[in-house]
């Protein structure tokens, strides 16, 4: 009961900050080892002040469990998501095959975001910033590849929130480029 308490957030059952750098700690020496990367997106809600100021804090407690239960639906076992406090989640992808794709699955979890909640006999609409950054591009420790993370998430929302951005503006751009041209040949077939 004990290490429950201290390693999962109370409100969404998701393990808590201290339990997310203890298992990122071990997917950077992980990756170290095997040569691989791994993507921290740093997931924060766009207005959630209002809804909580708006419809209640009970309400926004509802929603911030149904944003974590719908977040669930898009990690992976080896993955590790979860809440840092308030309105911020961070999900650890492990075993990185490619940088773009922590962009794919970025994409994915602003989708599952855009539908509504539906809290307290109302829908909610809410959406989300996520900051990106990777290891060993971005760095090889723990706080750093956090705040480089936290860093992108505010870039995220300055460039109009509900979207993504990486750490590295380069990558961002690649990831930009990559989208418009898949967009691209879509049209095409």
Same mark, same amino acid.
């Not at 650890?92 to 855009?114: C, H, K, N, W």
């Not at 971005?138 to 870039?155: C, H, I, S």
């Given at each position: 009961?004990l290490? $429950?308490?201290?390693?999962?957030?109370?409100?969404?059952?998701?393990?808590?900050?201290?339990?997310?750098? *203890?298992?990122?700690?071990?997917?950077?020496?992980?990756?170290? $080892?095997?040569?691989?990367?791994?993507?921290?997106?740093?997931?924060?809600?766009?207005?959630?002040?209002?809804?909580?100021?708006?419809?209640?804090?009970?309400?926004?407690?509802?929603?911030l469990?149904?944003?974590a239960?719908?977040?669930?639906?898009?990690?992976r $076992?080896?993955?590790?998501?979860?809440?840092?406090?308030?309105?911020?989640?961070?999900?650890?992808?492990?075993?990185?095959?490619?940088?773009?794709?922590?962009?794919?699955?970025?994409?994915?979890?602003?989708?599952?975001?855009?539908?509504?909640?539906?809290?307290?006999? *109302?829908?909610?609409?809410?959406?989300?910033?996520?900051?990106?950054?990777?290891?060993?591009?971005?760095?090889?420790?723990?706080?750093?590849?956090?705040?480089?993370?936290?860093?992108?998430?505010?870039?995220?929302? $300055?460039?109009?929130?509900?979207?993504?951005?990486?750490?590295?503006?380069?990558?961002?751009?690649? *990831?930009?480029?990559?989208?418009?041209?898949?967009?691209?040949?879509?049209?095409?077939?």
């Amino acid at each position: 009961q004990l290490h $429950r308490l201290a390693h999962v957030d109370a409100l969404t059952q998701l393990p808590n900050r201290r339990m997310v750098l *203890s298992r990122l700690e071990h997917a950077l020496e992980a990756a170290q $080892r095997r040569g691989q990367r791994v993507a921290i997106l740093f997931i924060d809600l766009d207005n959630f002040k209002t809804v909580n100021d708006s419809l209640g804090h009970n309400i926004g407690d509802a929603l911030l469990r149904q944003v974590a239960a719908r977040l669930a639906l898009r990690a992976r $076992r080896q993955d590790t998501l979860g809440r840092l406090g308030g309105d911020e989640f961070i999900l650890v992808l492990e075993t990185l095959r490619d940088r773009e794709d922590a962009a794919s699955v970025a994409r994915e979890l602003l989708q599952l975001l855009a539908r509504p909640f539906e809290v307290g006999g *109302s829908d909610v609409w809410v959406q989300a910033s996520i900051g990106i950054s990777l290891y060993p591009d971005d760095g090889g420790e723990v706080e750093k590849l956090l705040r480089d993370a936290d860093a992108a998430m505010y870039q995220a929302k $300055r460039a109009g929130r509900g979207t993504f951005r990486y750490y590295t503006e380069a990558l961002t751009q690649r *990831s930009e480029e990559h989208t418009s041209e898949l967009q691209t040949r879509l049209h095409l077939v």
